[in-house]
């Protein structure tokens, strides 16, 4: 052990034979058996982990040990965050901004709420260049329902290619018309990678393969698992490997988004609890998944109106929004203020604003 | 994919030995268990269990593409995708008809004619590719016992007079409408499992179940405490074994 030859004489008179025994005692122990100062205890201390430490990291090959942070380092992280926009800016706000990175969205709904066209909604939006606004990376499209249409994206994409086309247009900068030479059709669909799942042993096999999947392809910023109550939900006796499998399903995710930095959004369906007179409609999946996720978003109608609730954030306030799904994607409802060309135009309402003041 | 047996996904000799001396011979019972208990039951370090639950689950997990792929791949056969109903206004709200590969279900009051729409589905189905069908075998489980063949022969002649001008196309079409009165639930599952053979060798193009609803409500009654689980679970159990049949074959059900 590299201590001075005095300290290790006086360790040795105590009758400290091994290092265990050292690590065991603690820093004031340690002063007090042999009379030197605190300070200097730790030193020591620390000198021996240092040793341990050194040996079982080499035998263990190395791991990601926890990570120390002052909340200083995670302001600034979380503020040079970038979000994943979902062209719904009143989606966005209550949101605080959009889909955040490294965290685990929830979009729970009855079916045919719009779950599927948000996913596939975000999956283009991720790939939105940076001076647009975007975080620029991949996405990972899981679906375990098979409700991905193909012609859908197609579509979604268009207007987003659109969009960015008359941004630019508008702006005239030199990084944005560059930007649109590799934002096209093309590279946003060759740049979803999707997998299908059919039952709970292949969403398993795939959340284990995907670290490796993103250390591959580094650029990923968004996984989707469309569905990840549907393999759960039928041919399950045993519940309670059910609930076993799900916390290591998200254990597993959780580590996956704050180690690549994505986002990781899971839709789940919804399912009636009996109560005592009447029965509401509840996120499926019980009440131990309802930790697994950080930020949770309940999608449901109102009569003819969809509406979203942010139910579970630790940033933002509760609170209810209108949505719409257009052909060109997830949008906001048109303010009926603004609604002259309500119907012929099919563009952003965000974008409605600025082409106003270019008539004026 | 789940029951592959650990042999073939590639792990040492003495290793799956090792394993099915606890029972553990498919890549599911691997998969289920935790990673302390993988490790005490093959004996080997954290690092190691890591690897070899990768190995694994490589054999299970599913393959890759991209949309891209996805979307050339469907513009190669446009016209396949889609069973026109040759009702327009409907075509044109389904986006050119019922789609071939996923599930579509039809729902309404009784009276309003689910039943005629079948029927009708069904010819459709029969026809040759130029005339806008499918040129397959249809498979028509009936619940209700509400098919009536003299009522298809009468859509069939009424509708494409021209086609169907001979006897012999008539028995071509009505040939290769198979029909199975199920009345229970299980014989339903039991047919639904049994279909895959049956479309390769039948060369189906069309499953339609008439109708899901009637022989779950007999069976199922929702005040009794237990019969909600096992409705759902006797529901969704057939609804993934015909989206895997509707994706595998690339046909309507």
């Known amino acids: ?360 | 994919m789940a029951a592959k047996k650990l042999r073939r996904a590639q792990l040492s000799q003495d290793l799956c030995e090792r394993l099915s001396r606890c029972q553990i011979t498919t890549c599911q019972d691997f998969l289920c268990l935790s990673l302390l208990e993988l490790m005490k039951v093959t004996g080997q370090s954290y690092y190691e269990v890591q690897k070899l639950l990768c190995k694994v689950s490589r054999a299970c997990a599913p393959k890759m593409q991209t949309a891209y792929e996805m979307k050339l791949r469907k513009s190669v056969s446009p016209s396949s995708a889609f069973l026109s109903t040759t009702l327009h206004s409907l075509d044109r709200v389904l986006h050119g008809g019922v789609p071939c590969g996923s599930l579509t279900e039809i729902t309404s009051p009784p009276g309003c004619g689910k039943t005629q729409f079948c029927i009708m589905l069904s010819v459709l189905a029969t026809l040759p590719l130029s005339m806008g069908g499918l040129d397959g075998a249809v498979i028509y489980i009936d619940t209700e016992s509400a098919f009536s063949a003299e009522r298809l022969i009468e859509i069939a002649g009424n509708r494409f007079p021209d086609y169907f001008d001979s006897d012999e196309k008539v028995f071509c079409m009505t040939r290769s409408i198979h029909l199975y009165r199920e009345l229970t639930c299980c014989s339903v599952l039991q047919r639904i499992m049994s279909l895959e053979e049956e479309i390769i060798s039948k060369k189906v193009k069309l499953i339609i179940i008439d109708s899901v609803a009637s022989v779950v409500r007999k069976e199922f009654d929702t005040k009794l405490q237990g019969n909600l689980a096992e409705r759902s679970n006797f529901l969704t159990r057939g609804a993934s074994v015909l989206k895997y049949l509707a994706e595998e074959f690339s046909i309507p059900v």
């Not at chain 1, 201390?45 to 791991?63: F, I, K, P």
């Not at chain 1, 600034?76 to 979902?86: K, L, N, S």
């Open chain 1, 1 to 360: 052990l590299p201590l001075a030859p005095a300290r290790r004489a006086r360790l040795a008179a105590a009758g400290f034979q091994t290092a265990q025994e050292l690590l065991e005692t603690g820093p004031c122990g340690l002063s007090k058996e042999i009379g030197i100062s605190k300070e200097e205890a730790l030193e020591a201390l620390q000198v021996v982990r240092q040793e341990c430490h050194g040996d079982a990291a080499r035998t263990a090959g190395g791991s990601g040990a926890t990570r120390k942070f002052t909340a200083l380092e995670l302001l600034e992280e979380e503020q040079a965050q970038g979000f994943i926009i979902t062209f719904c800016s009143a989606l966005d706000n209550i949101l605080g901004g959009g889909v955040q990175l490294s965290k685990i969205t929830e979009v729970c709904g009855a079916p045919g709420v719009g779950k599927t066209q948000l996913c596939m909604q975000l999956a283009v939006d991720v790939q939105i260049p940076e001076c647009f606004g975007g975080v620029a990376g991949e996405a990972v499209f899981i679906d375990t329902e098979g409700s991905f249409m193909v012609d859908r994206v197609v579509d979604v994409a268009a207007a987003c290619v659109q969009h960015c086309q008359l941004v630019a247009e508008a702006q005239q900068e030199e990084d944005h018309l560059k930007a649109l030479e590799t934002f096209s059709l093309e590279s946003i669909l060759s740049h979803i990678y999707y997998f299908r799942c059919r039952d709970y042993i292949e969403l398993l096999a795939q959340v284990y393969l995907l670290p490796e999947f993103l250390s591959e392809h580094s650029r990923v910023r968004l996984v989707v698992i469309d569905g990840i109550a549907f393999p759960f939900r039928h041919d399950f006796e045993d519940l309670s490997l059910r609930t076993r499998l799900l916390n290591g399903l998200a254990q597993q995710l959780i580590i996956v988004a704050n180690d690549h930095k994505a986002a990781v959004v899971l839709t789940n369906q919804m399912t009636t609890r009996i109560g005592q007179s009447q029965s509401t409609l509840v996120p499926a999946l019980g009440e131990s998944w309802g930790h697994a996720a950080t930020v949770r978003l309940i999608f449901h109608w109102d009569n003819s109106q969809r509406l979203a609730t942010l139910y579970k954030s630790p940033s933002q306030k509760e609170a209810t929004i209108p949505y719409h799904i257009t052909p060109h994607g997830f949008r906001d409802v048109q303010p009926p203020a603004v609604t002259q060309n309500a119907e012929g135009t099919e563009m952003n309402p965000r974008k409605r604003p600025r082409r106003e003041e270019e008539k004026q």
